[in-house]
């Protein structure tokens, strides 16, 4: 068995695929981080996350210009992240991406709004752009699908 540390759960979707055991370790040695233990033969459970397709969304993509300032959520533009805006998915929404250009495919987090710019449905994050090999064209069309639970119908999404 390894112990992992991590300073962010926003990643708790990609816990859902493995035999993963998280443990609440705030008070004690490790200050504050959540313990992960990954046994060594962890096999992915891809049946328990699902997505509902949210359709064809025109998308673009933001950096430099907000780089460091606050988003929408209250929390630090980093424009390497893999993050987007929406004008009205909640924040912590967690998205499937797919560049219908090059068939490249990403998972992002809402955490800001917009874009602001007619016929426009979706702004990424310059991390985001770079991943879905969309930086020279600045707009492509995208399929976005929600991550959600099999079985539930509840979609998945973090705590900001």
């Known amino acids: 068995m390894r112990t992992l540390k991590i300073v962010s759960v926003s990643f708790i979707a990609a816990c859902l695929l493995c035999s993963i055991n998280l443990s609440d370790t705030s008070a004690g040695e490790n200050n504050g981080f959540t313990k992960i233990t990954v046994s060594k033969d962890a096999t992915p459970n891809f049946s328990t996350v699902g997505y509902n397709d949210i359709g064809?969304?025109?998308a673009s993509w933001y950096g430099p210009r907000f780089h460091g300032k606050l988003t929408a959520n209250?929390?630090?533009?980093?424009?390497?992240a893999l993050t987007?805006?929406?004008?009205y998915l909640p924040f912590g929404t967690i998205l499937k991406v797919t560049n219908l250009r090059n068939g490249k495919v990403v998972i992002v987090r809402i955490n800001d709004r917009g874009p602001y710019?007619?016929?426009?449905d979706l702004d990424l994050s310059k991390g985001t752009a770079l991943a879905l090999g969309m930086m020279n064209r600045g707009v492509v069309k995208v399929k976005v699908q929600e991550l959600a639970l099999n079985g539930t119908g509840g979609s998945i999404t973090t705590l900001n």
């Open 117 to 120: 710019i007619e016929d426009r």
């Open 74 to 80: 209250g929390e630090v533009y980093n424009q390497m």
């Open 84 to 87: 987007a805006a929406h004008k």
């Open 56 to 58: 064809i969304m025109t």
